[in-house]
Structures are given as structure tokens and as C-alpha cells.
């Protein structure tokens, strides 16, 4: 999969919840406020653990795309700076 140098990409198949929402979470930490998370994850769980998360934190869900056999692709973008 190509993704643009503008958008981060996070690989987290094969780690289950909670841990790809974590990584998540200090991903977004590292990028600018604006700047889109493309995370790649094969656990189903993420598909309600991801917008749960981004309605909890502040940030945009942009949605997810099906790819090959179980992997999701999930789309999101950073709204709030991080919080001291």
C-alpha cells in the first residue's frame, strides 16, 4: 500500500485491543494538529474501538477501508494539541 508522505502510517496488525488504540493514541501525540493517522489493524474490535476513541479525545474518524483478507485500514485526523 502507497500512502502519501503526508499522512502517517501506523502498522498495528496483530496486536489486539487495547494495544492498537495505544499506539494510536502516542502516534497522534508525535504528529501536528491537522496532520491524518492511516493505521493498518487486523482486529475487528478496532472498528468500534477507533471511533470511540476519536469522539473521547477530539479527533476526526475519517473512516476505514476493507483491504486484503482481515486487514482494516482506518483513517484519522488530528484535532486537538496535546494536552500537558
Do not use: W
Not at 32 to 50: C, R, S
Request: hydrophobic share 45%.
Amino acid at each position: 500500500m502507497i500512502v502519501p508522505e503526508s499522512v502517517a502510517l501506523l502498522d498495528a496488525r496483530g496486536l489486539y485491543c487495547p494495544v492498537p488504540i495505544l499506539r494510536t493514541r502516542e502516534r497522534l501525540k508525535r504528529l501536528a494538529v491537522g496532520a491524518e493517522l492511516v493505521v493498518l489493524a487486523d482486529d475487528p474490535v478496532i472498528l468500534k474501538d477507533m471511533p470511540a476513541f476519536c469522539r473521547s479525545h477530539g479527533h476526526e474518524y475519517l473512516g476505514h477501508e476493507s483491504g486484503a483478507g482481515q486487514d482494516v485500514r482506518l483513517r484519522v485526523r488530528k484535532l486537538r494539541p496535546n494536552l500537558v
